[in-house]
């Protein structure tokens, strides 16, 4: 496979359950980040990993957790969510996490996670 | 405050031509991606702008103004399957990306 590939691609899930989402990337890119796509919003930046340290958290809520063993996986476990949480969550890789106009992201196709 | 300005969505014709505008106010800038996203798929990449003028990339094509903070992206001869969201990207001084809501584009036959 290429590219960047989401585990699951649809995710049910009730709001005492625990679940991971898995993203994988066949790039060889250093960097890594998790993204939330809610309808009609933008895209809310949630975690960064640049050579598996995480550089980022965008003030995420602790009932999302993220891990990064190595720089081609990143996983989100999801514990006692909220109805809210309800989107699509994106991953994202680039060559490297430096600050530059040149460090373009390549998405995965998201999974799609109902919180009921 | 950060902000990115787009139309929600716009509608247009096959075979026509489109322009989807872009409005950003950050602190500082680094330039300016657009990303196009069919339902269900990932945001792919098509576009990055840093410096004033028009980027041209086979039918589609990008502008800058970095004096009006304002972008747009002319999308020509139409084809269906251009029907996607457009999203935009500005870069601030952080190099933090703050995006639009997306556009969502709609060609009809």
């Known amino acids: 496979e290429t590219g960047v590939t989401q585990t699951p691609r649809h995710l049910v899930m009730g709001m005492t359950n625990k679940k991971s989402l898995k993203c994988e990337q066949h790039?060889?890119?250093?960097?890594m980040y998790w993204y939330k796509q809610s309808a009609k919003k933008p895209l809310e930046l949630m975690f960064v990993?640049?050579?598996?340290?995480?550089?980022e958290n965008n003030s995420v809520p602790s009932r999302f957790s993220p891990e990064c063993p190595n720089s081609s996986h990143l996983f989100l476990h999801l514990h006692t969510l909220q109805p809210e949480d309800s989107a699509l969550y994106l991953c994202?890789?680039?060559?490297?996490?430096?600050?530059?106009?040149?460090?373009?992201?390549?998405f995965g196709a998201g999974s799609r996670l109902t919180v009921l | 405050g950060q902000n990115i300005d787009q139309p929600t969505e716009m509608t247009a014709t096959e075979g026509a031509i489109v322009q989807i505008n872009c409005t950003y106010q950050t602190s500082g800038f680094n330039g300016l991606f657009w990303y196009q996203q069919h339902a269900g798929e990932a945001p792919t990449f098509l576009s990055y702008n840093v410096l004033d003028g028009l980027e041209e990339k086979g039918r589609f094509s990008s502008f800058l103004s970095r004096s009006k903070g304002y972008s747009y992206l002319l999308l020509k001869e139409l084809q269906m399957k251009d029907s996607a969201s457009y999203l935009c990207?500005?870069?601030?001084?952080?190099?933090?990306?703050?995006w639009g809501a997306g556009t969502k584009l709609i060609i009809k036959p």
């Open positions: 990207a500005a870069m601030d001084s952080n190099y933090q990306l703050i």
């Open positions: 790039l060889g890119h250093n960097a």
């Open positions: 990993y640049n050579f598996k340290e995480q550089t």
């Open positions: 994202a890789s680039s060559p490297t996490g430096d600050a530059s106009g040149a460090n373009v992201l390549t």
